[in-house]
């Protein structure tokens, strides 16, 4: 076994009060406010003053000048460019056209009432606006009160009458008695108490029994087109033109 060596007078034990290796979290770090710094300074202890340290000073250029990195144009000087007479050319000049009337836009034979006496005539004016400002009223809005009927004012009016309804009580068609009439009873058949009639019915029609497939017609065969009993279907020539002027062949046979 290997000598185990110490240094001074140190050996192993418990530790006095509780130290950050025996706790898993950051511990009791966070609970006392430190006392160094600004921010956060505990308040139990003196806090001298503070100082920042500034950003050095951003170096100004000795020449603020543009300098040669400009390309002034040589041409160019204090009193303006150093050229030549130059010419340029100029666009079509445009001449106003002024319209004149010419003999055809005059009418004189409608000067007449201007050169010769006429009689005075009048023409009539369009509404004035003044006249859609005014808010008087006009003579159609006033209603003038009735003069016929009870309702007259300032008149002496004759009596009326009014002819009134036809009441439904105790006039001729009222019903005193409220009793059924002939039409509120139902009619008892005949039969309930007389022999009863004899009774046909109409059955529906008959159809004898037999074959219903459907048969064919005459029309649906074609006799003509049949090759299996004849050789072929029977076919239809014309014959030889004769005419009636050309005399016929007449052979004799001694």
């Known amino acids: 076994m290997a000598e185990e060596v110490w240094v001074g007078n140190w050996r192993p034990h418990r530790p006095r009060g509780p130290i950050m290796a025996l706790y898993s979290s950051p511990g009791p770090k966070y609970l006392i406010p430190p006392t160094t710094g600004f921010v956060k300074h505990t308040p139990t202890k003196l806090r001298a003053p503070a100082y920042s340290f500034r950003g050095a000073p951003m170096l100004l250029a000795e020449n603020c000048s543009p300098g040669p990195r400009y390309s002034v144009n ?3 000087l204090r009193t303006g460019k150093d050229l030549g007479p130059t010419y340029s050319i100029l666009g079509r ?3 106003k056209n ?4 010419g003999p055809g836009d005059y009418f004189p034979e409608k ?3 201007h050169v010769f006496d ?3 005539s009048h023409s ?3 509404r004035t606006k003044t006249f859609r400002v005014d808010s008087t009223p006009g003579p159609a809005a006033y209603m003038l009160p009735v003069v016929m009927g009870p309702h007259t004012v300032g008149k002496v009016s004759q009596p009326s009458f009014s002819i009134k309804g036809r009441s439904k009580l105790g006039s001729f068609s009222d019903d005193l008695h409220k009793t059924p009439g002939p039409a509120a009873y139902r009619q008892t058949d005949v039969q309930v108490t007389k022999f009863k009639a004899p009774q046909y019915t109409m059955a529906a029609r008959v159809e004898p029994p037999g074959d219903k497939t459907l048969k ?8 003509e087109k049949v090759t299996l009993t004849k050789p072929c279907a029977p076919i239809v020539t014309f014959g030889i033109r004769h005419s009636d002027y050309m005399t016929p062949l007449v052979v004799d046979v001694e």
């Open 111 to 113: 000067s007449t009432k």
């Open 216 to 223: 064919p017609g005459p029309g649906a065969h074609s006799p």
């Open 93 to 95: 000049y445009h001449t």
């Open 98 to 101: 002024i319209l004149t009337p």
């Open 118 to 120: 006429s009689a005075p």
């Open 74 to 76: 040589p041409k160019i």
């Open 124 to 126: 009539i004016s369009a």
